[in-house]
């Protein structure tokens, strides 16, 4: 048996020369020539758009550098407004305390009365007696003004988060609008 230090003579354990392998890697060298084409110059772009041309109102919450600084693109959170919370007297009369959903209805949530219960001392000759008293809602003029008031910041925010749900629709679609544009798969 020779030994032969022809390269192009010996096979691997599979029976293939490595012509054969590099062959094959050849191949895919040039395939991601091909797929891969390096873009030495903005010129050789097909589809581009300038940062410069795109409104800045299109894209809430998106900013673009001026090339001055180290980013060229920053996306923002935009803050979603918290459901103001109602004073602790009113938040004791709410029946459920989902008062941060906005679909929440304040008709419905008001515990219109509550039965508290007193020992009341007759005579120092009897044991105290349990009574029940009846609060109605209603009864304490302070606390109705309290509710309509928390009433009203509730509906300003109500306002706001739907407003801010608006910005954040728009953005997103705004900005797939966008990537579409430059056809960046998402």
Known sequence: MTNSNNLEEQKDIYGNSNDQVASVFGFIRELAKIKNKKIFHVKDVEKKIWIDKIKQDQLPGIRFGDGHQTWVMQVANLPIPGCPLPSKEIAAWLK???Y??????????IIPFKKIASNVLFSSNEPNQTEFITIQFE???????????????????KINLAKTKKKLANGTSGLM???KKLKIPI
């Open 96 to 98: 459920e305390p989902n």
């Open 100 to 109: 941060d959903d906005p679909d929440w209805d304040p008709n419905t949530a």
């Open 177 to 179: 609008k966008f990537f």
């Open 139 to 157: 009864d304490d003029d302070d606390r109705v003004k309290q509710f309509h008031h928390w009433l009203g910041v509730r509906e300003s925010w």
